[in-house]
């Protein structure tokens, strides 16, 4: 008796083994998680983009960079968005990190501190000093939606808005009553960030660091060290600097710090020769598939937490490198640059059939609401997608919803995840849901491509 119940044991865990839902998804595990993988050589330098174009695109990415050190007074940071972010949270008390809701007093001592009946008290040009984040409200304590996670799968903290890199300009809106807060703009959006991450702006310093002479980094996890070979900030694929000059072994760059006064000081810093190139790097498919398999596999990153990317962040950096700047918000990336087509109202065979005819491959990004994707070619006849995503909705028997975490940088086709037994079938398949497709070739003065 004893020997059957063995038997039965093991019976039950085999049976589990064989019916364990695999821990990745089917395209994941079955197409090569590299770019060069369906890099042709035959076309490997051909340019996506003729020179022409690139240095337009790359001219109007200049001038929006800088375009918050040409401003006076608030451009997104309304003040009736900046008062919004507070009430919003008046009647969301949310929890902390300690999993423990939060007291109503929470949200009120934070507004008190926010000085907000005096907004705007601080107008003036800045830089960020260090990688730093842009906060909802003044704090770097987290906000969650549920104890322990939602159907997201993963507590996403509520008061992340974006990350931003170091020596980025900024323009200072705001100073928090204890002045360890200072709400910016960057040219993408605002919020908050402790006031030791940046430094002051002066006419000169603007001048000096606006030469029109960049580098851009095209490695991740790349230092940045300072003449003594002290590390100063980590810079990943996208980040700017003015260029110095550059030798074999290393590029030297202009790193902006701060002055015992709290002035921005510039100082020169340096990174491996291979790390940097001058901006914009030539757009051809050998180079895309060289900075897109830089972000391969690189964990996802709500708003930039951990100094990962979520989808628009891995869009925008890889852009960024090729001088072709996009908004931060997936939708905004999608409607604001380039040539829109729309794929509303069409069945998921139209819709990859006009991707597959039009789409310019690592030049076209791929739109449904709250998801960015950068469409990269095609194999056997099935659209491929490069992009950062959380999870896939699943539902189970019991109807609650769930997600099966990818939680990485991925290629995939335009349905990943249709293997899945508990897949959502009611949410529909990336394919079902893509609203919109852009390709980012620049328009002519009449505004036709």
Known sequence: MKKIGCLFVSLIFCLSGCLAMPEGIRDVRELPQDHASYLDLQ????????????????????????????????????????????IKYNFRPGYGENKKRLPLSWSKKLRENALLEQYPNALGRGITIRNTNLRELPTGS???????????GWPFDNLQRSSVP????????????????????????????????????????????????????????TPVLDEGGRFVF??????????????????????????PDGQAMIRPGYVP???????????????????????????????????????????????????????????????????????????????????LQKGVPYLSLLWRKGHVMLYIGSKDGRALIFHNIWGLRTKDLRGREGRKIIGQAVITTL???????????????????????????????????
């Open 415 to 449: 349905q990943p995840g249709r293997e899945l037994v508990n897949a959502d079938r009611t949410a529909g398949t990336l394919l079902d849901n893509i609203a919109a497709m852009n390709i980012l070739k620049p328009l002519s003065e009449e505004g036709a491509p």
């Open 273 to 355: 020769a291979a790390a940097a190139a001058a901006k914009p790097l030539r757009l051809t498919r050998v180079n895309a598939v060289r900075i897109a398999n830089e972000m391969i596999g690189e964990p996802y990153g709500w708003g930039g937490l951990y100094g990962n990317r979520d989808c628009s962040a891995m869009t925008r950096d890889f852009f960024t490198v090729f001088g072709i700047w996009l908004p931060r918000h997936s939708e905004d990336q999608v409607r604001e640059a380039g040539i829109f087509i729309d794929l509303q109202g069409l069945s998921a065979e139209e819709k990859e059939k006009v991707i």
């Open 234 to 259: 980590m810079s990943s694929v996208g980040h700017i600097f003015p260029m110095i000059n550059g030798r074999p072994d290393k590029t030297e760059v202009s790193v902006a710090v701060a002055g």
């Open 43 to 86: 076309t490997a330098e051909e340019q996506i983009l003729s020179p022409a174009e690139q240095a337009r695109l790359d001219e109007h990415f200049n001038i929006i960079f800088f375009s918050v050190w040409h401003q006076e007074r608030p451009f997104h940071a309304k003040p009736e968005k900046v008062g919004q972010d507070f």
């Open 166 to 221: 170091a020596n980025t300009p900024v323009f200072v809106c705001h100073l928090s009553a204890d002045r360890a807060w200072a709400l910016v703009e960057t040219t993408f959006t605002f919020g908050w960030i402790p006031a030791e991450d940046y430094a002051v702006v002066d006419e000169k310093f603007a001048r000096e660091w606006e030469s029109g002479r960049y580098a851009v980094i095209v490695r991740d996890r």
């Open 142 to 152: 987290p906000h969650f939606t549920e104890r322990d996670g939602d159907s997201r």
